[in-house]
Nanobody, 125 residues
Framework: QVQLVESGGGLVQAGDSLRLSCAATTSGRAFTSYAVGWFRQAPGKEREFVAAVSNSGADTVLANSVKGRFTISRDSAKNTLYLLMNSLKPEDTAVYFC????????????????WGQGTQVTVSS
């Protein structure tokens, strides 16, 4: 079982940076058993994949829309996932969710088993 709690969202201006955190509490399996990632959902739109990192932290994948601007990382000692967002744009406005699954493929496809409640990111122009 995994409980995920996101934090760090807020209202920023275009061009600003923001770092999201996702604190994980696990039972049974260690945090390092899970691939973890970020998704986002804007009003009136479907949830979309943003970024994922493998259970070891060695491999990352990013959506084309955020490559070069966002960085995903994990600190397994702190059971925490991060998303550093630079050069934010108004189109990045969304609720950001973290997710976890033992399968990175399932996670990237949006089929992750565990999800957080989300944190709002609003980017003004």
């Amino acid at each position: 079982q995994v409980q995920l709690v996101e934090s760090g969202g807020g209202l920023v201006q275009a061009g600003d940076s923001l770092r999201l955190s996702c604190a994980a509490t696990t039972s049974g399996r260690a945090f390092t058993s899970y691939a973890v990632g970020w998704f986002r959902q804007a009003p009136g739109k479907e949830r979309e994949f943003v970024a994922a990192v493998s259970n070891s932290g060695a491999d990352t994948v990013l959506a084309n829309s955020v490559k070069g601007r966002f960085t995903i990382s994990r600190d397994s000692a702190k059971n925490t996932l991060y998303l550093l967002m630079n050069s934010l744009k108004p189109e990045d406005t969304a609720v950001y969710f973290c997710a976890a699954d033992t399968s990175r493929d399932y996670l990237i496809r949006g089929l992750g088993y565990y999800w957080g409640q989300g944190t709002q990111v609003t980017v003004s122009s």
